[in-house]
């Protein structure tokens, strides 16, 4: 049935194609009609219909505050954790490597002894590591043994080469060496370790690996009343001679494993207290999504029974079976939404009891799962603003152009990710925010939106003209493209999208065959709201039927 059919038999007066196959029984037709139109009501109208109070819009306002609260507590947590990560990675640059500068940029090396000294560098501060290093930080230790400082070579097995006379013979397996150094007592200059077997060969050698573990503990969660955590630092420090262009890149990164210390007293704290205390929050948040998600599951299972009766009685009485747009009206969108979220909140609220109770120490994994959950619950919330006529329009314009949005972004894409191959490939040896496809994918998004758009100019080297040449040709009608016609018609696209649902919510004009049987109620009396504002809510829950809304293609 079209659109103009529907709005016809609805303002006229007249009834849909259901009232006139079933006025045979005019009770069951009235039967379905008052069930069909109490579930589609708003709280506020089943309130003053039946009164009944509106549980999960209370629910959800609580779970607001609670979740949010619990979000900001948890960060907190989890941002002192991360400071002391990093602030310790920029300890052991400047601990272990020589001559280190905070600055953007490789740290590198071009002589022999250079290596030989930066090796040297590390090795003694590793054994003077306590004597010289102002934090808490110390050797790890397994059954009474110190972990020992591993220092590692990577070369070819047999490597010949003449660039004089142009010619080389190379065997390229890679083969490995290690020696070991264990931390020594006391920790003098003069002791230190004999490396006469560790010769470099730097014809062959491809890289030089140091590795370290370094243990410290996270004291400044004391203040803020939570149990500090043990730290185990596993520091790589790389000589990455790989190109030997006479250019050795090194590099130190660190990868932490967070633990339960083993033994601990904090005195005059209420560490214990507060404990408590964030336990039964937590446990409050989890008791709150659980109501709200059964809540939320019955309200979609009594959609999808209230569907079947639909469907039965649409294919006895008029013998034909109900449309998927129809269908999908049954099913409400934010209740899945909110079950999605109080699941998350549930997952996370759970791990973070856990990580509070030091029985886990994933951060991480706890803070995706409580920010995302904050994130739907915020937007869960809209469904209660959408029955408000002035605060709809948001809503009822993203469900209305999503498809449109949809396809185009689909195309838009493609042309997207044909300019970022072609950029990593041609301009990528050029050009450093060409180098690899992410950088090349995040230097294109940032001249979408007009940052970068210089640099990107004025860093491309002019060696070659022909590269220089395409790369204002490329850059160019990128931004051409994007900026100024991909940009404008998605713009496009939801301004006429917001024009036709504004026409249709003035109009208060019903589109799906489901809307217009249930607009023929007698009932009207009953459900304590008037033919107008009846009209206004079926149009709210229907854009998506929208038949006459922009589609580009």
């Not at 006139?20 to 109208?45: G, I, N, Q, W």
């Not at 758009?453 to 009608?477: A, C, D, G, P």
Request: proline residues 2%.
């Amino acid at each position: 049935m079209s659109e103009q059919a529907l709005v016809g038999s609805s303002s006229n007066g007249n009834m849909s194609a259901l009232s006139k196959v079933t006025k045979a029984d005019p009770e069951a037709l009235e039967e379905l009609r008052r069930k069909l139109k109490y579930f589609f009501m708003s709280p506020c109208e089943k309130y003053r219909a039946r009164g009944r109070k509106p549980w999960k819009l209370m629910l959800q306002i609580l779970k607001i505050a609670i979740i949010t609260v619990q979000l900001i507590s948890f960060g907190l947590s989890n941002e002192m954790m991360v400071t002391f990560t990093e602030e310790n990675l920029i300890s052991f640059k400047h601990l272990f490597l020589k001559d280190y500068q905070d600055r953007d940029g490789i740290h590198t090396i071009y002589t022999k002894s250079q290596v030989h000294d930066h090796i040297n560098y590390v090795i003694m501060r590793y054994l003077t590591l306590q004597n010289v290093t102002v934090g808490n930080h110390a050797f790890e230790r397994i059954h009474g043994v110190f972990t020992p400082l591993s220092l590692c070579q990577e070369f070819y097995r047999y490597s010949s080469i003449s660039p004089s006379n142009e010619t080389f013979d190379i065997d390229p397996h890679v083969e490995k060496e290690c020696v070991y150094i264990y931390p020594m007592k006391p920790f003098q200059n003069e002791a230190f370790p004999n490396l006469t077997n560790f010769t470099l060969d730097f014809k062959r050698l491809l890289a030089v690996n140091i590795f370290l573990k370094v243990k410290a503990i996270n004291l400044q969660t004391v203040r803020h009343d939570e149990l500090p955590d043990c730290y185990n630092f596993s520091i790589t420090i790389n000589f990455d001679n790989r190109a030997q262009s006479g250019q050795i890149k090194v590099s130190l990164t660190s990868e932490v494993d967070i633990s339960v210390c083993k033994d601990w007293n904090v005195s005059g704290s209420n560490a214990v207290s507060h404990f408590l205390m964030m336990v039964l929050f937590d446990s409050l948040v989890i008791l709150s999504c659980l109501l709200s998600l059964l809540l939320c599951i019955r309200s979609v299972i009594s959609g999808v029974q209230l569907l079947s009766e639909y469907s039965r009685f649409v294919s006895a009485h008029c013998g034909r079976s109900v449309s998927w747009s129809e269908r999908m009206e049954f099913i409400n969108g934010w209740y899945i939404l909110i079950i999605i979220s109080d699941t998350l909140t549930v997952s996370g609220s759970a791990l973070k009891i856990l990580i509070h109770s030091k029985e886990l120490t994933n951060y991480n994994v706890c803070s995706i799962l409580l920010g995302t959950a904050t994130i739907l619950v915020w937007m869960g919330v809209m469904r209660y603003l959408g029955f408000f006529r002035k605060y709809n329009i948001l809503i009822l314009t993203l469900r209305a152009a999503l498809p449109s949005v949809i396809r185009f972004s689909l195309c838009a894409v493609l042309i997207y990710l044909s300019y970022c191959f072609c950029g990593w490939i041609v301009l990528g040896p050029h050009h450093e925010n060409f180098r690899t496809f992410n950088m090349v994918a995040y230097c294109l998004f940032s001249m979408i939106n007009g940052d970068a758009i210089y640099s990107t100019f004025t860093k491309l080297r002019e060696r070659s003209w022909v590269v220089w040449l395409f790369s204002r040709i490329y850059i160019y009608s990128f931004i051409s493209i994007f900026t100024y016609m991909v940009l404008s018609l998605f713009i496009a696209i939801i301004t006429n999208t917001y024009e036709t649902i504004k026409h249709q919510q003035q109009d208060g004009a019903v589109f799906s065959e489901l809307q217009a049987f249930i607009a023929e109620s007698r009932n009207a009396s009953s459900s304590g709201t008037d033919d107008s504002e009846r009209r206004r809510r079926l149009t709210h829950t229907t854009a998506r039927q929208t038949t006459h809304q922009p589609h580009i293609t």
